[in-house]
Nanobody, 118 residues
């Protein structure tokens, strides 16, 4: 059974920083892409950032320059450093891991709440 455990969410003032972590455990092989998504109330889930096994990164335009994604393959952990947070960053943040490239399978975390006050 594969588990993704997220941590690091919380309440922060605008301009502040948070660091999210997502630790993957269980019988999982060939982790390819690791990423963070977020979903605000009444909105669709959206990609925030992702990082491939070759350390290629993609960021949503709204977070580029403020957020940094990284991964530690030895620990099967992905991080999201969030700086200069804005109230519009308030959402539930989800970790997603995709195996592959052959027969890719997605695994999701349970989500961690990030609230940015103005």
């Amino acid at each position: 059974q594969v588990q993704l455990v997220e941590s690091g969410g919380g309440l922060v003032q605008a301009g502040g920083s948070l660091r999210l972590s997502c630790a993957v455990s269980g019988s999982i092989f060939n982790i390819n892409t690791m990423g963070w998504y977020r979903q605000a109330p009444g909105k669709q889930r959206e990609l925030v950032a992702q990082i491939t096994s070759s350390v290629s990164t993609v960021y949503a335009s709204s977070v580029k320059g403020r957020f940094t994604i990284s991964r530690d393959n030895a620990k099967n952990t992905v991080y999201l450093q969030m700086n200069s947070l804005k109230p519009e960053d308030t959402a539930t943040y989800y970790c997603r891991v995709r195996t592959g490239p052959v027969n890719p399978v997605d695994y999701w975390g349970q989500g961690t709440q990030v609230t940015v006050s103005s």
